[in-house]
């Protein structure tokens, strides 16, 4: 969700708010989704929001290591122009959407 909308989203799923009228009460299985705030996405606009599903309920994003590369490959050398080491470090590392159904946008009001 973008930052604009943090406080709402934490007050619809705080536990130790209870509404002044009956009508007004969330339900349980709104509470216990889990608000993650991103200003980048303030830029695309304020009013809309975002739901992921748990990666235990789908395969949603689907991501990999190049073959034979299973986290950061870190090279160094001694420096010729520089006093000290050089270190230079790469992950190779892709990331794809894989099923439409774990993701969700709303527009907003």
């Known amino acids: 969700m973008p930052a604009a909308l943090e406080l709402k989203a934490e007050q619809l799923v705080a536990q130790n708010l209870v509404p002044a009228q009956s009508g007004n009460v969330v339900p349980q299985s709104i509470r216990t989704l889990t608000p993650l705030a991103e200003p980048r ?10 739901l992921a599903a ?53 527009p907003g009001a």
């Open 41 to 50: 996405l303030d830029a695309a606009g304020d009013k809309a929001w975002y």
């Open 54 to 106: 748990s990666p235990n309920q789908i395969d949603t994003i689907e991501y990999a290591y190049l073959e034979g590369q299973q986290g950061a490959y870190i090279e160094t050398r001694n420096g010729f122009d520089v006093d000290g080491v050089e270190i230079k470090c790469r992950l190779d590392f892709g990331a794809k959407a894989i099923d439409w159904r774990g993701l969700y946008k709303n």
